[in-house]
């Protein structure tokens, strides 16, 4: 090859990155744009209202963990063996309805919570046995969240912009929230209770409503009504707490965002 045509071809090659790089700039300010956050917010707090209260909790009667402390795969092990469980009770009791139509069964909300929850886990399984792949770091992430401890205050930042601000608990002096910069493990729960810090109910959805596990024992969730004048200080034995209808929108984000696009930073202050 000429020098010439060299000195031709560098120029073009140039042209061409700086349009890949324009085309890449602009799938993200299509996704963004079509990415409507208060519409979203919007419908899903007008969701919540319609939906009646569970009146029972496959979680209540398993035990629990202490974040931080005990460990999270055997709990998710008995969680995923309950949720199996339940859902082959399910199988078993339609049967049995089709037989003598007289009985109460499950209704199909319930069915497909079940059927949700057991796929977080095996999702979360399946995860930890090939390892992580992170796709994305930080604010780079689509789905983005800061919690300042300083502050008590969640921020949440779609496509490096800030939407929303939430107050939240975090841990007492006893059992602290540990700094955290982290892509979230999972798995995620709308229904999970834990039994040795009892504090109510939220509508039959147990005592951590819309549970995100970010690492370990730790996760953002909500919190029951009797808790609800302590946001805005340090309540919680380590994970971060928020009004369920925040940590709801929070959990529809990540299950529609996904866990690979999200990213949570906890920190001492800003």
């Not at 399910?90 to 497909?112: A, F, V």
Request: with cysteine; hydrophobic share 35%.
């Amino acid at each position: 090859m000429k020098l010439g045509n060299r000195y031709k071809i560098i120029p073009l090659l140039l042209i061409s990155l700086i349009l890949l790089h324009a085309c890449d700039a602009e799938k993200r300010r299509a996704r963004a744009k079509i990415y409507n956050y208060e519409k979203f917010k919007d419908s899903i707090l007008t969701e919540n209202e319609i939906i009646p209260p569970h009146t029972h909790n496959i979680f209540d009667d398993d035990p629990s963990f202490i974040p931080g402390v005990d460990s999270v795969v055997p709990l998710f092990n008995a969680l995923d063996t309950a949720l199996k469980w339940e859902d082959s009770m399910m199988q078993k009791i339609d049967t049995l309805i089709r037989r003598l139509k007289n009985m109460e069964g499950y209704s199909p909300e319930e069915k497909e919570k079940v059927k949700e929850n057991v796929k977080s886990l095996d999702s979360f399984f399946v995860k930890n046995k090939l390892g992580k792949t992170i796709t994305c770091r930080e604010k780079d992430c689509f789905l983005y969240v800061e919690v300042i401890k300083s502050r008590q205050m969640l921020y949440l930042y779609l496509d490096k912009e800030l939407k929303d601000s939430f107050p939240v608990s975090t841990g007492t002096y006893r059992y602290p929230t540990p700094n955290l910069n982290v892509n979230p493990s999972g798995p995620l729960f709308a229904r999970y209770t834990s039994k040795k810090w009892p504090g109510g109910n939220y509508k039959g959805l147990g005592n951590m409503p819309y549970a995100v596990f970010i690492k370990g024992g730790y996760a953002i969730h909500g919190t029951t009504p009797g808790n609800y004048s302590k946001l805005g200080t340090a309540a919680s034995h380590g994970c971060i707490r928020l009004h369920p209808d925040d940590a709801m929108v929070f959990y529809e984000l990540v299950k529609l965002v996904g866990l690979s696009e999200t990213w949570v930073n906890v920190r001492d202050s800003l």
